[in-house]
């Protein structure tokens, strides 16, 4: 029998490949030149869409594909896909939550410590030999004690403030609702902003986001704070994100998205308290393969009449 076509919309590794080919016949969309003309050639033969992210799925791609009665997600984002055209064609779509988890905390620390700590001006310090011809670099920022406000503790933001549980910081959160949790909540980010020194953003994209961190929340915040986004560009009013750090408000920023990635706006990199990343914070070969094993195991389940591991609700 034949096996059934995947649509592949974004570039998956080797090993993912590899175990899908075994199981559907791949369709890779991001090869396609044109991709209007490969989604009129190749749809007819879709049976499943495997996308990510930061790529999604919209109407037309649905319904250039009119067989495809599951999206699975390799990301735990839905935020780029369409849900209620995927609602309205009966199209169940899955995502990567829980797996990916701890490693994007960890970049949200990994990113708080670089800036805070100067890691890369210091690690730039070394090569170039200023050390050497000038002595000690500039004093850094303390982390440990802190204040941080998390906005957003959902699964991925309680893990960042189990980190910062270790780092004995004050612990507060801005969210939809107050959850059981030992930490001081605050109705909205711009609420918290004033009384943090750590910003960390971890709430999920989407139209219910976009914009939450917004003109009020980067103005009220502490000066000297040091801003961290490991959730969405989407989430934050980057134009001004860009002013305070141009006027010097925020301290510094640790950044791992952005609006319009991959080409993002470039005076980022002119900010040499920015430290930047590709969206890289759930980017380890060890969670890399369990959302790709978990990917795999929706689709298998969708085609198998099982239930999903893990639809979205
Ligand atoms: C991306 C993410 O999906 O999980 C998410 O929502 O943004 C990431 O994990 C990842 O870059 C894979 O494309």
Redesign the pocket.
């Known amino acids: 029998m034949d096996k059934p076509g995947l649509l592949v919309v ?1 570039v998956l590794p080797d090993w993912d490949l590899t175990a899908l080919a075994q199981r559907f016949t791949l369709h890779l969309l991001y090869e396609a030149p044109d991709r209007a003309a490969f989604l009129a050639q190749h749809g007819p033969a879709i049976r499943a869409i495997a996308t ?4 999604g799925a919209d109407a037309a791609m649905m319904d250039a594909c009119p067989g495809a009665k599951i999206i699975a ?5 839905v935020d780029a896909i369409d849900l209620p055209a995927a609602l309205a064609r009966g199209i169940a779509v899955t995502n ?1 939550p829980d797996v ?1 988890t701890e490693d994007v905390a960890d970049m949200a620390f990994a990113l708080l410590l670089a800036t805070a700590r100067a890691i890369p001006e210091g690690d730039a310090y070394v090569r170039t030999g200023t050390w050497a011809r000038q002595g000690p670099m500039r004093l850094a920022t303390r982390v440990w004690g802190k204040r941080i406000g998390i906005v957003g503790l959902g699964r991925i933001g309680r893990a960042i403030a189990r980190r910062a549980e270790g780092f004995g910081m004050d612990i507060s959160y801005s969210g939809r609702t107050r959850k059981d949790v030992p930490y001081a909540f605050h109705a909205s980010p711009a609420a918290m902003a004033p009384l943090v020194d750590i910003f960390m953003i971890s709430a999920a994209g989407g139209a219910g986001t976009a914009g939450l961190v917004d003109r009020a929340a980067i103005e009220a915040l502490a000066p000297g704070a040091i801003f961290v986004n490991v959730s969405r560009g989407s989430v934050v009013d980057e134009a001004t994100l860009v002013a305070a750090l141009r006027s010097g408000r925020i301290a510094a920023a640790g950044l791992d998205v952005f609006h319009n990635e991959p080409a993002i706006d470039p005076v980022f990199a002119t900010f040499p308290n920015v430290v930047l990343s590709p ?1 890289q ?3 380890t070969v060890e969670t890399r393969k369990a ?1 790709g094993a978990l990917m795999l195991a929706n689709l298998e389940a969708h085609f198998g009449g099982k239930p999903l591991p893990t639809p979205v609700a």
């Open positions: 974004g990510k992210g930061e790529l997600c390799y990301g735990v984002g990567t990916l969206h914070a759930s980017g959302m």
